[in-house]
C-alpha cells in the first residue's frame, strides 16, 4: 500500500490508522502496521510514538 507514499506519509498513515476503532487482527499492532504499511519495525514503533501524541492532542482539545 505504502510504495506510492515517502514514508514520512506512510508514518503518518499508520499513526492515523492506530488511533481509529478496528477489529482485533490477532497479530500485535507493530506487526499489522509493518505488513499493512510497509514499514521498517523503527518506522513502525514511530507510527506509534505519533499515535500516542495524535491521542494526547485530541484528549486535551476535549478536555
Known sequence: MTSDLNPDAAI???A???IKPRE???QSTIADI???F???TLESI???RLAN???EAA???AS
Do not use: M
Open 46 to 48: 514511530e507510527a506509534v
Open 53 to 55: 501524541k495524535l491521542r
Open 59 to 61: 484528549y486535551a482539545k
Open 38 to 40: 510497509g514499514l521498517t
Open 34 to 36: 509493518k505488513c499493512r
Open 24 to 26: 482485533r487482527t490477532g
Open 12 to 14: 503518518q498513515a499508520a
Open 16 to 18: 492515523e490508522f492506530i
